[in-house]
């Protein structure tokens, strides 16, 4: 999946995220390590606050205050492009200590963005970590960002993660998300594993331009349950699913047991692996790369990915923040959207 030339589409909007977490100095590193390759991207947020963050960490960034996105490209080469937040500016916010009042803004700026990409005057958005529970505290009524961006735009989202720059890449989408783990088997559904693998494929042939894509459907239990002898989920639950899938026309195998499906020959072989829980999805993936996973959205108008990581509290203004998995999401929204371009081009010569 090769990544459009920069310039080729219209700019990545880059969100606030928490203001006491690490989305300000991530977005300021990200410009700073630009390449020629790097695609255009903006953030939403207070220009004021990057400004004294960026003198605080010494990082030689300026910051180039822009009334409309397209203004963007103009200016990135030579600054990090901001598009105010409304409402700023914002309280002064201590690194590591959230503040309430800062809530609304928040979710202001995840809202300008979407409102950018529906219009067409960006790309993508590219979501920075959130506080959920400051954002819940001030009436914020959804457990986090995907359940927002659904609830929005009337879509039913599903949550993928991907290290792209893996060779090969790996690619993995939880059924069930943050749930404890003794909760998981009751919440597991033959419908719930259909409707992932069947967004996950349409995902896969638009978004990835993967014209045939192959699934791996990962079993519940260890050894797949050995039929039955370990749990029988395999057989009542996943099975069926994984024969419906196969019966609409999408290539998926399984239930296969999770020890035997991320290792690199494994990865050879398939395009996404549909996993029955949050951790089984992640321990891989965060093993394969810790550094350089990225969250993406699927199943929306838009596109939307983020990185995979929080609000790093515990670190946040000290100037150590990683920003690879925040450049990893904004290059894998910007191949996600030239994709989208092609295949809603294909379609329309069809």
């Known amino acids: ?14 969100t606030m995220g928490e203001p006491a977490g690490v989305g300000g100095e991530i977005a300021l590193k990200a410009w700073l390590t630009r390449t020629s390759q790097t695609p255009v991207f903006f953030a939403i947020d207070d220009p004021a606050r990057l400004t004294a963050l960026a003198a605080r960490l010494g990082l030689a960034v300026p910051v180039a205050i822009i009334a409309r996105a397209d203004a963007a490209p103009a200016r990135f080469a030579h600054a990090l492009p901001v598009l105010p937040v409304p409402g700023c500016p914002l309280p002064v916010v201590e690194p590591g200590r959230p503040r309430i009042d800062t809530a609304a803004a928040v979710v202001r700026a995840i809202d300008a963005a979407v409102a950018l990409v529906r219009g067409g ?18 009436g914020f009524g959804f457990p986090g960002h995907t359940e927002y961006l659904g609830h929005i735009s009337d879509a039913a989202p599903v949550m993928m993660l991907a290290v792209e ?4 890449p790996l690619r993995v989408v939880p059924v069930t998300v943050h749930l404890p783990l003794r909760q998981v088997a009751a919440a597991l559904s033959t419908d719930a594993i259909i409707a992932a693998g069947r967004v996950t494929a349409a995902a896969l ?10 699934l791996a459907v990962a079993a519940l239990n260890p050894h797949a349950g050995e039929d039955g002898k370990i749990g029988d989920e395999e057989p009542r639950l996943i099975e069926p699913a994984v024969a419906a899938l196969r019966a609409e026309g999408i290539d998926a195998v399984g239930p296969a047991p999770a020890d035997t499906l991320f290792h690199a020959d494994a990865r050879r072989g398939i395009d996404a692996v549909i996993c029955m829980y949050h951790d089984q999805a992640l321990v891989p993936l965060k093993t394969l790369d810790f550094w350089g996973g990225v969250n993406v959205t699927l199943g929306l108008p ?12 515990d670190i946040a203004g000290r100037g150590i923040a990683r920003p690879d998995s925040l450049i990893a999401a904004i290059d894998l929204a910007a191949r996600i959207a030239a994709a989208r371009i092609a295949a809603a081009r294909t379609a329309r010569s069809a």
């Open 302 to 313: 838009f596109v939307r990915t983020s990185p995979d990581h929080g609000t790093a509290f």
């Open 205 to 214: 042939r638009t978004d990835f331009a993967i014209a045939a894509p192959r």
């Open 1 to 14: 999946m090769p990544g459009p030339p920069p310039g080729a589409i219209g700019p990545i909007a880059v």
């Open 165 to 168: 720059r893996a060779d090969p």
């Open 121 to 138: 005057e960006a790309a993508a958005m590219v979501t920075s970590p959130i506080n959920k529970k400051i954002l819940q505290d001030d």
